[in-house]
């Protein structure tokens, strides 16, 4: 990357795909933003530059390259590799870690060695943010692998109704499909799913719960 390059990604701030770090503080915390980006589009983490855009630098490059690839070897299932390369700036380094949308979704953050998998945390990038995936998310990043199954979807009376429902309304959420149609929650929760999976709906994450919009 050129210093020009890296200037004006910083000087446009953080973003969906970009992400600043004063200094490397934590194996998890970092593992946290590289597989949120995994996880979603991919993007850049950047060490040595604060969240107000001040370049601060790295002491270390050696020493922030190792802990950046120690994170992404021990704190991420699946393990992931990113390219990471130092850029000069204000004469200062900096850490460029380039993380591509990955192939493996859902990474998730190991927490512990021996933490059991069910309570490993997946991560989604939500605008500025690295937000906790929902178990709908987790469900769609599976199936945004290779080797995920098809997904098959007939249009019957509870999706018209849906269709109808968002047209008026914008939105809805699980909890608001499942009364409008007289189903579980949980049957809800999947119908939501697979129409985000066949690309007839959006899902959106807040802090509160998610949310489904059509395309």
Do not use: W
Not at 94 to 123: F, L, N
Not at 157 to 181: G, P, S, Y
Request: hydrophobic share 40%.
């Amino acid at each position: 990357m050129r210093r020009n390059e890296l200037r004006e990604i910083i000087a446009a701030g953080e973003s969906s795909t970009v992400e600043f770090k004063r200094k490397f503080t934590s194996g998890e915390k970092i593992a946290k933003e590289i597989s949120a980006f995994a996880n979603t589009k991919g993007g850049l983490l950047i060490i040595g530059v604060d969240d107000d855009k001040r370049i601060t630098g790295i002491r270390s490059e050696k020493e922030e390259i190792a802990q950046v690839e120690h994170a992404c070897a021990f704190f991420i299932e699946p393990v992931i590799e990113p390219f990471i390369e130092i850029v000069e700036i204000e004469y200062k380094d900096v850490v460029v870690a380039h993380i591509a949308e990955s192939a493996e979704k859902p990474h998730q953050v190991v927490a512990a060695p021996d933490e059991p998998p069910h309570k490993r945390k997946v991560y989604i990038r939500q605008g500025e943010e690295s937000v906790t995936a929902s178990r709908e998310m987790i469900r769609i990043l599976r199936g945004q692998r290779p080797d995920a199954a098809p997904v098959r979807l007939s249009i019957g009376d509870k999706e018209r109704r849906l269709f109808q429902f968002l047209e008026a309304n914008k939105r809805t959420t699980i909890k608001e499909f499942a009364h409008l149609v007289n189903i579980s929650d949980r049957r809800a929760s999947q119908l939501l799913v697979r129409l985000v999976r066949a690309g007839a709906l959006n899902i959106h994450t807040n802090e509160d719960k998610d949310y489904y919009t059509l395309i």
